[in-house]
């Protein structure tokens, strides 16, 4: 059984002498603190009935709210500990901080990505946004209104957004404020119905694909674990459980380059210094490492290359990866070793010119050197007659593809810096085609 009582907190005492007051929540022997906003003098506490001596000039009205405050957590607390769920002190005190309060989903959406944002988890922030805003695009659909013409409106509010943001008139912060005052959408309005529109919305009006519209039932439904989790809404209202919305994620064709098509990029010839062709360097290098992620290979130094190895920290998940780099590589760093001034130089120079004290401009710096990249090489692959998709990504799809089922899974799991070697043969299994290919020749040449 939890316990909760009001304590005077001594530790962050302000300069008028005043001391904060707070609910302290005790379960397991663990403690945690709500402060409750209110402050009063050391002299004007009773530590023996935790409340307010009657020398305090406000006495008798700061004591009836420090009691209702109490009486909030104490009946949280009661609803906690009467749901089948253990719930710990740190989740007993969630619930009691959203105690009588309507936390909308744009609210605590805007929380979480917030959190993210100050962590500096930038490639997660603008998507979850954009979510936010198709959500709000839904609920606010005119469905009097032609088809064609809310689509036109949505495309055109998009633009404007993109526009101001690039000007500077409109920042992620202004965003996240912007969420944080919609209570439009409280979490028991998602249900099977609002998902089920939702979904049909997103493929008519935003003419979304199957993939995209999935990450962003996998937000709704990570937000709806939150709100339960924080005891903003009852387990018994989700709409992702038993027979209701279930989040399957379909995998498509990832279709790499062959030996011969790799060899062909590799002889193109380029005018040295071109982007074109520190794109084709970059593109090679990635490919040479088992498709270490672009971004990656753009922030690498000459520090991370130590007696003929790279060690290196994935972006991903803060992975350390160390590896032999292969002669192939070691020919594209010694393209590149003239402009070394430092061991803390970039190798490429695509972030050269970035702020290397600010996470925001080496993000956006990597993230329009990649838009770039993948420019330059739709001309690289028609440079080379290349039909497939040439992009960033494709050149761990094109390790995969010639590696086929020659390297045993545990190595691959090394190269790929996957943690779970299920990920790898699941992975790997889009490459191997041998043992289907000759059972079809079989069949139709027996």
Known sequence: MASVKLVFWKHDKKKDGTSPIAIRITKDRKTRYIFTGEYAQEKDWDFKQSKVKKSHVNSVRLNNLLQKKLSEAHAAILEAEASTEELSAKQIQKKVKRTGKNVSFFQLASERIGRKYNEGKFSVVKPEISILYN?????????????????????????????????????????????????????????????????????????????????????????YNLAINEGIIDRKYYPFAGENEKIRIKSGNKIGLTKPEI?????????????IWHTRNVWLFSYYFAGVRISDVLEMKWSDFVD????????????????????????????????????????????????????????????????????????????????????????????????????????????????????????????????????LEKVLNS
């Open 308 to 439: 003929g190895r790279l060690y290196y920290q994935m972006n991903k998940n803060e992975k350390p990866v160390s590896l032999k780099v292969p002669n192939n590589a070691s020919q594209v760093l010694s393209l590149y070793s003239k402009g070394k001034k430092s061991q803390m130089d970039y190798v490429f120079p695509f972030l050269k010119k970035a702020d290397p004290k600010s996470k925001v401009d080496l993000f956006t710096k990597t993230r329009n050197a990649t838009k770039l990249l993948n420019k330059y090489l739709k001309r690289i692959a028609d440079m080379c007659d290349i039909d497939k998709n040439l992009s960033n990504h494709i050149a761990r799809h094109s390790f995969g593809n010639i590696a086929g089922d020659n390297i045993h899974p545990l190595m691959l799991q090394k190269l790929y810096r996957h943690t779970d070697l299920k990920t790898t043969i699941n992975y790997q299994a889009n490459f191997i085609h041998k043992e289907a290919d000759e059972a």
């Open 263 to 275: 060899e062909r990029i590799e002889k193109l010839k380029l005018e040295k210094g071109s982007s």
């Open 135 to 223: 959500i709000m695009e839904f609920i606010n659909l005119n469905h009097s209104k032609p088809r064609q013409k809310v689509v036109e409106e949505i495309k055109n509010r998009r633009l404007e957004r993109i526009s101001k943001a690039r000007k500077g008139l409109y920042s992620v912060d202004d965003e996240l404020k912007e969420f944080a005052k919609n209570s439009s959408l409280s979490f028991s309005d998602i249900d099977m119905g609002f998902i089920n529109n939702f979904k049909s919305f997103s493929t008519s009006y935003l003419e979304q694909k199957p993939r995209t519209i999935t990450n962003q039932l996998i937000f709704i439904r990570t937000m």
